[in-house]
């Protein structure tokens, strides 16, 4: 966590006390200690979840997100929460990570999604949108708290990648190459002070407590606890949350492996590890050929000539549903050293990698 990122949280506790801090978050500020989102004093690899039944479609770039950008655009009715998400490399102490997309979904007070059949709103986006993290690493919303439906806790869907993209319904981040995807929650002493000040929120269905939520207690629910705070707006939310660059699409392993026409090298990757591989053509050659095979689970290659690629960022690429992924480039360039990143979609095991030049 970076000493500028720290200065506005550390400024909102001296204004509201222990005691408020405590009253909203749940927690109490010990001696010294910075309460700074579910990320304090820690710089982690935070845990995946699912990207729900209701993913955004074709988000757009928009802090606003109390209303539809379309249609009938007034606002939404219920609390207004401005949200801020800090992202952070967990793999450089901690630093931001500037120019990534968090595209956030979530219900409105009442437990309603914005686009979808089952809710009768196909053609909305309340509630949906993305933003790209400043030079401290942060994404700020103007959003809605969310509303309570049937079996969920209350909660924010978020994503987090090099591009906007359209999620699956149901897609897990752990099963997504480039893409990090989590869910927001709240304390319960928050979704109190939420619902009695706001009634459109008793609307919605029985609220869900945070221990009775399966995927809260199964995708580590209790470090994504925003903290809230009130102002006479509204709430202001903050957290952080850490991330290898590898796994969003914005970076790869600094050390390559050099390959050897012909000679072929075993590959065993956990699911989202990248490893960089590379190989200079001698004079002469016309040709790269490339070939992923054996083992079990599914691995990914990208190819990119005077530069390491990524998966959003690359000359050629083979992308199947299997470790059997080949690319042949003719003809090779003079001089050119060609880059090889392997990424594994699923965890690949017991797999082979052999380039060949001729």
Known sequence: MTKSSQAPRRQALQLMGAASVLALTGREAASGELLYGAAAAACRNDIESTAGPY???DPLERRDLRANSRGNTS??????????????????????????????????????????????T???DFCRGYQRTDANGQAEFLTLFPGSYTGRALHIHFSIQSQARNLRPNDDGRNLPDVFVAQLYFAASTANEVFSSYPVYQQGARRTPNE????????G?????????????????????????????????????PLSSGVPVAVSLAAKQTRLYSIKPAAGARQLQLRLSGGAGDGDLFLRANGAPTPTLYD??????????????????????????????AAVSGASLVATLS
């Not at 050629?316 to 299997?322: A, H, L, Q, V, Y």
């Open 122 to 124: 196909v053609g909305q």
């Open 221 to 257: 629910g209790s470090t994504y606890i925003v903290t809230v705070t009130k102002t006479a707006s509204g709430y202001v939310g903050e957290i952080d949350v850490g991330v290898r660059k590898a796994a969003i699409g914005m970076g790869t392993p600094s050390t390559e492996v």
């Open 316 to 345: 050629r690429k083979s992308d199947g549903p299997t470790n059997a992924e080949s690319i042949t480039l003719t003809p090779v360039a003079a001089g050119a050293k060609y880059y090889v990143l392997v990424q594994a979609y």
């Open 75 to 120: 606002l939404k009715p219920g609390a207004p929460l401005t949200l801020k998400i800090r992202i952070h490399d967990v793999e450089n102490a901690c630093a931001p990570i500037p120019g990534a997309v968090v595209d956030i979904w979530g219900a409105d007070a009442v437990g309603t999604y914005a686009g979808y059949a089952p809710f009768n």
């Open 212 to 219: 009775a939520d399966s995927i809260y207690l199964s995708d």
């Open 55 to 57: 993913p955004n479609i």
